[in-house]
């Protein structure tokens, strides 16, 4: 039953095309906004339903976890709208949103059964946590990116419909921080939910998936130690492209054929 | 309009495309000279209603007259007031009548008029102008709707496009610039070297910009000090600039020193000591204040006069290619205007009138019994006939052609024959 999940990439499409338009045209947010909150909350629906015919949160299946994905990203969307009223930020992030949303309809949804490995409340924390702690550094690269695009208009003296749409430098700085500040201490919360809970499970407990995680923690933790060291602006942005790089690795690739313990086929 | 001897719109104005700077200074009027020279037109019975627009790039005069004389009659007007000759005042006006002067109107309220394409202050100064008129009493119904109708089209063109977005002068430039780097730049430091001319101007530009920790160095303290006390801010001792620098988000150059002011190796100190936090350097001054060497430093901004004249073309190339935009939404409104401006014509008013009349008896007769209704309708018909006949014989038979306009307007407000 993917209808709900469809309407959603619908409505995100709706948004992304409205977000595009209010770049070239003065005044107000567009739509966009509004119609991304129909989608969360369409999506939400959708979510809630996997969920119920699961029986847990939709995260043991790829197509799920990508939902989820998907939908946190739209959260934090919303809240830098409500919170900076930035409309630059929009035609940028959404086309991720949709993206993920899109694989979330997309990819296989059919769990393997779920084992006493994949149930209980700390298990539920561990991953969900983790996929927002992805989505907060997905928006950190998307902010990166237009801080390095923003930086460079600014520089040439390119004073066109970019330049005039997105934020000042100083305010993408200060929300990309907030991100990967909020990434880093979630992730951090979910390695420790995911070791504990995994010791309990099995004995002798070695993933690569942990390994990679704790080099995306120590990325992200170089580049806030950065941040305040002098190396704040164009390089911090650099950091972040790479740090994002290395979470899509590891939710990918590691996941598929590293990993032991972190199979969503 | 169109019925004969009918008032028309005309403007009479002299601007800097016609007119020289000398010229345009002597017919230039304060508020109060604005009102007076009002005052003398209706008194003189040349027009029946006038609205004068005068700013330092134009004098125009708008009015409602009868007749292709009332041109003449007013560069004559206004050569005996001003004490100019009137051949050197008609050779530098120019004139236009009806939906062309209308037209004008329009492009001058939306900036399309203007030296520096798309400015703000015209918009102002043209809803000054009508206010101005409104207290004098000299206007009525028409220049009072086509002046509200040009504020509007104004308002519209600089809402809807960018015409008016990208800045053009230099201050302003860098304003924006520095802006995009450190948002608000109410929390930030600007240090400004030099208290010339241009620093003056700068100081100026930066407080209206919402700067309020203004520092200024000066290499003659009492000149800094006299800068400094006019525009609220801090005075710094000319052999301090280096040290202050690590405490400046924003470094403005305006001095006439022959070599530069500020080092490279004073700022990779100053940035040192900020932690990296981004610092923005504007020259304004030839020969330049900052060593060009300083760009290359990581997270600083700098930009030379030459690189700030490259903006400016290129905001103004920007606002050029709005022109068509803006022209569509002008004529948007022209039409609105022009629409209701043709029914104050005596003609369409009677037939909008007959038309609104006659609803109201159908109206009526139909909520009667049908037998009724074909008993009554004669009785309905004459009554309805015998209300029209003598409003409609007044506005024809009117000769004076401001107030055949103003019972036109009068008519067509009080049975409300514009609403669609």
Redesign the interface.
Same mark, same amino acid.
């Given at each position: 039953m993917h209808a709900l999940g469809w309407i959603a990439v619908l409505l995100y499409a709706g948004a992304e095309a409205l977000a595009i338009r209010s770049l070239f045209l003065p005044g107000g947010l567009g739509g966009a906004p509004a119609l991304v909150a129909a989608g969360l909350l369409t999506q939400f629906a959708q979510l809630v339903v996997t969920a119920r015919s699961l029986g847990s949160v939709p995260y043991r299946t790829l197509g799920g976890s990508m939902s989820l994905f998907g939908w946190m990203l739209g959260l934090a969307y919303l809240v830098l709208v409500v919170r900076h009223r930035e409309r630059g930020v929009g035609p940028f992030l959404i086309p991720f949103i949709l993206a993920f949303s899109i694989l979330g309809v997309l990819l296989p949804s059919h769990p393997s059964s779920a084992t006493s490995a994949t149930r209980g409340s700390l298990f539920a924390f561990h991953v969900t946590l983790a996929i927002l702690a992805y989505a907060a550094f997905a928006l950190s690269f998307v902010l990166s990116l237009l801080y390095l695009i923003q930086n460079r208009q600014i520089r040439r003296g390119r004073t066109g419909v970019l330049f005039s749409r997105l934020p000042a430098l100083d305010v993408i700085g200060r929300m990309n921080r907030t991100s990967v500040t909020i990434g880093l201490a979630v992730l951090s919360v979910s390695v420790a939910l995911g070791v504990t809970w995994a010791r309990r499970v099995w004995t002798g407990f070695a993933d690569a998936k942990l390994l990679f995680a704790l080099i995306t923690l120590l990325v992200y933790g170089l580049l806030l130690w950065m941040d305040r060291r002098g190396w704040e602006g164009p390089r911090v942005a650099l950091l972040s492209i790479v740090g994002f790089i290395l979470v899509l690795f590891s939710y990918t690739f590691v996941n598929l054929y590293l990993s032991q313990a972190h199979v969503f086929r | 309009m169109n019925d004969g001897h009918e008032a028309q719109i005309l403007v009479l104005g002299w601007n800097f495309r016609g007119a020289s700077g000398p010229v345009r200074e002597r017919i230039a009027l304060t508020a109060d000279e604005v009102r007076d020279g009002l005052r003398r037109l209706l008194g003189r019975g040349l027009v029946s209603e006038s609205v004068i627009v005068s700013t330092c790039h134009r004098s125009e005069i708008y009015s409602i007259g009868q007749g292709e004389q009332v041109g003449d009659q007013l560069t004559r007007f206004i050569s005996e007031w001003r004490g100019l000759d009137p051949a050197l005042l008609e050779s530098a006006s120019f004139r236009r009548f009806g939906a062309e002067a209308a037209r004008h109107l329009f492009r001058v309220a939306s900036g399309l008029d203007s030296m520096a394409l798309g400015e703000s202050e015209v918009l102002g100064q043209v809803r000054q102008a009508l206010s101005i008129a409104r207290e004098t009493g000299s206007t009525r119904a028409v220049l009072h709707r086509l002046f509200e109708s040009a504020v509007r089209a104004g308002k519209r063109v600089r809402? @809807?496009?960018?015409i008016a977005?990208?800045p053009l002068s230099i201050p302003s430039?860098g304003v @924006?610039?520095a802006?995009?780097? +450190?948002?608000d730049l109410g929390e930030r430091t600007l240090l400004l070297l030099g208290s010339g001319e241009t620093g003056t101007l700068f100081a100026r530009h930066a407080l209206e910009a919402g700067v309020r920790n203004l520092r200024i160095a000066n290499r003659t303290l009492a000149h800094a000090q006299d800068l400094a006390a006019r525009v609220g801010a801090r005075v710094v001792p000319w052999d301090s600039v280096a040290r202050e620098l690590p405490s400046a988000d924003v470094v403005v150059g305006t001095t006439a020193s022959p070599v530069p002011v500020v080092k490279r190796a004073d700022v990779e100190a100053a940035?040192?000591q !900020?932690? %990296? !936090?981004?610092m923005f350097f504007l020259d304004l001054a030839m020969p330049p204040d900052v060593d060009p060497e300083v760009k290359g430093v #990581?997270?600083v +901004?700098a #930009?030379d006069l030459d690189?700030?004249e @490259?903006?400016a073309a %290129?905001?103004r190339r920007?606002r050029v290619r709005e022109v068509p935009r803006a022209e569509e939404i002008l004529e948007e409104e022209l039409e609105r205007f022009l629409g209701w401006f043709g029914n104050l014509s005596v003609i369409p008013t009677v037939t909008d009138l007959k038309r609104r009349l006659e609803q109201i008896r159908d109206g009526e007769l139909e909520r009667l019994p049908p037998g009724d209704r074909e008993r009554l309708r004669p009785l309905a018909e004459s009554i309805v006939a015998k209300l029209l006949h003598e409003p409609m014989r007044r506005m024809k038979n009117e000769p004076d052609a401001a107030k055949k306009l103003d019972r036109v307007e009068a008519i067509r407000h009080l049975f409300d024959l514009d609403r669609e």
């Open positions: - | 809402t @809807e496009t960018e977005v990208h430039i @924006e610039l802006t995009k780097v +450190f948002g940035m040192r !900020r932690r %990296g !936090r981004p #990581y997270n +901004f #930009y690189g700030l @490259e903006v %290129g905001n920007r």
